[in-house]
């Protein structure tokens, strides 16, 4: 599905998706294997204070859990979500690095009950300690320009902007600010993350030039999970095919797509 020759760096591992697939949700582990594979995920991202899906027996899934993402043979993204201070994010990388043998990180500290807006402030804050620390940090972040540059000076090399709330499936609710974003730090590897609602949501910021998408309910809550992340996955594609195609600028007026010189010729010449 993924074009091999349009490979994505991000901290120097190459992946050929461009769509990061959470694993909280879904309502068996075996549903949650079929819709990575189904996506072409490469990368999944994991939370330590994870809901666990139910096993065959209706009962959490506990370690087993564990099993079946190292079986997939995907790169593991650790997430400090449901972390509400810098202190809390820290102390959650720190144990994911010792569990998950990986500097990688997506730092969520979570600073609003009702929208789920990360808490800015503390995440510049955690982010700048975690570098420190040797971490690879990918922070789930508003679209604001000062905060992009601001968690670029405290040393991440990927920036995570969402595009709507958090499981809320919007969508790109402000597109305006994305395209900012994007078009100010056009080196920077961008990845949304969360908002995402349908797979037309996906392409439509591929098409605005993002690097890549990362969801989670919109797939883990969808009638048929695996059937979702195969459509995640083509339309991911679609619209990073279409940004590097080089789409038309709509236009106020009419242009006509046939010639209007020469004659028409009917008939026998
Ligand atoms: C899974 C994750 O890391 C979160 O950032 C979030 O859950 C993704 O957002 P959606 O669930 O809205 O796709």
Not at 189 to 217: K, Y
Not at 237 to 243: E, F, L, P, T, V
Request: charged residues 20%; aromatic residues 6%; hydrophobic residues 45%.
């Amino acid at each position: 599905m993924s074009m091999n020759n349009d490979q994505l760096t991000l901290y120097g591992r190459i992946v050929s998706s461009r769509m990061l697939l959470g694993t909280a949700q879904y309502p068996s582990p075996a549903i949650l294997a079929n819709a990575v594979e189904r996506s072409g995920s490469e990368i999944i991202t994991v939370s330590l204070r994870r809901e666990l899906p139910k096993g065959a027996d209706g009962q959490s899934s506990g370690g087993s859990f564990w099993d079946l993402i190292q079986n997939l043979g995907v790169h593991i993204l650790p997430n400090t979500a449901g972390c509400h201070t810098a202190k809390e994010a820290i102390l959650t990388a720190k144990m994911a690095r010792d569990l998950f043998k990986t500097n990688w990180i997506k730092l969520e500290v979570i600073g609003h009950h009702d929208s789920l807006q990360p808490d800015i402030f503390a995440l510049v804050e955690a982010a700048r300690e975690l570098v420190a620390d040797g971490f690879e940090v990918f922070p789930y972040m508003t679209d604001d320009l000062v905060l992009a540059e601001r968690l670029l000076e405290a040393g991440c090399k990927v920036l995570m902007p969402w595009c709507a709330p958090i499981g809320s499936a919007q969508g790109p609710v402000n597109v305006h600010g994305l395209r900012a974003i994007r078009g100010n730090f056009p080196e920077i590897p961008m990845i949304v993350d969360a908002g995402l609602g349908r797979p037309s949501h996906a392409t439509q910021v591929m098409e605005l030039g993002f690097d890549a998408v990362l969801l989670n309910t919109a797939v883990a809550k969808a009638g048929d999970p695996a059937l979702m992340g195969e459509a995640f996955g083509k339309a991911t594609d679609a619209g990073r095919q279409a940004y590097l195609a080089g789409m038309l600028e709509p236009r106020d007026m009419a242009v006509p797509s046939t010639p209007v010189i020469g004659q028409a010729v009917f008939g026998e010449v």
